[in-house]
T-cell receptor, first 106, second 112 residues
């Protein structure tokens, strides 16, 4: 069963880029990598997914290592509203772990 | 907005009483999930459903049962609530074809 590992917490200054890492060395070669975020007192929210190529959407960018053993969620300009817990999981994984708690400093 | 609602949003009950939580979706998704979230444990899967009357256990299913008699509704039942079941419960549906999950707003359950 694929598991992912993430740092427990990170800090960023407002309006600076944030790079949130995730290791997924046991992920299946055909499973997508999904990222979610959870704002305080809300349910998790889907952010982005990718397989091999880097991906961009209105919320974030996802950079996937060539060997697919790790990925990085990139928030290009952190805002106070980005303070949340961020989770990465493989598409067939149902254990979210505790994710990375991002603090944005004004 | 994935059209997922949960009811009730908050509930306080006493040990030993039965409790049913409801998840309702408006988008005809086949797969639905129940998770619980506790401090220090992240989200853990309780049960899931892959169609009407088709359900299976997740990681932490003891003390819980589920039912799905209609595509749009997935019910989670605590037959006899215990204090260890105090938690925030989230329902989710699975999108297609990338299996991304969309979550409801959650139900905060307190068992005294």
């Amino acid at each position: 069963d694929a598991k992912t590992t993430q740092p427990n917490s990170m800090e960023s200054n407002e309006e600076e880029p944030v790079h949130l890492p995730c290791n997924h060395s046991t992920i299946s070669g055909t499973d997508y990598i999904h990222w979610y975020r959870q704002l305080p007192s809300q349910g998790p929210e889907y952010v982005i997914h990718g397989l091999t190529s880097n991906v961009n959407n209105r919320m974030a960018s996802l950079a996937i290592a060539e060997d697919r053993k790790s990925s990085t969620l990139i928030l290009h300009r952190a805002t106070l509203r980005d303070a949340a817990v961020y989770y990465c999981i493989s598409q067939n994984q149902f254990y979210f772990g505790t994710g990375t708690s991002l603090t944005v400093i004004p | 907005d994935a059209g997922i609602t949960q009811s009730p949003r908050h509930k306080v009950t006493e040990t030993g009483t039965p409790v049913t939580l409801r998840c309702h979706q408006t988008e005809n998704h086949r797969y639905m999930y129940w998770y619980r979230q506790d401090p220090g444990h992240g989200l853990r899967l309780i049960h899931y459903s892959y169609g009407v009357k088709d359900t299976d256990k997740g990681e932490v299913s003891d003390g819980y049962s589920v039912s799905r008699s209609k595509t749009e509704d997935f019910l989670l039942t605590l037959e006899s609530a215990t204090s260890s079941q105090t938690s925030v419960y989230f329902c989710a549906i699975r999108g297609h074809p990338y299996n991304e999950q969309f979550f409801g707003p959650g139900t905060r359950l307190t068992v005294l």
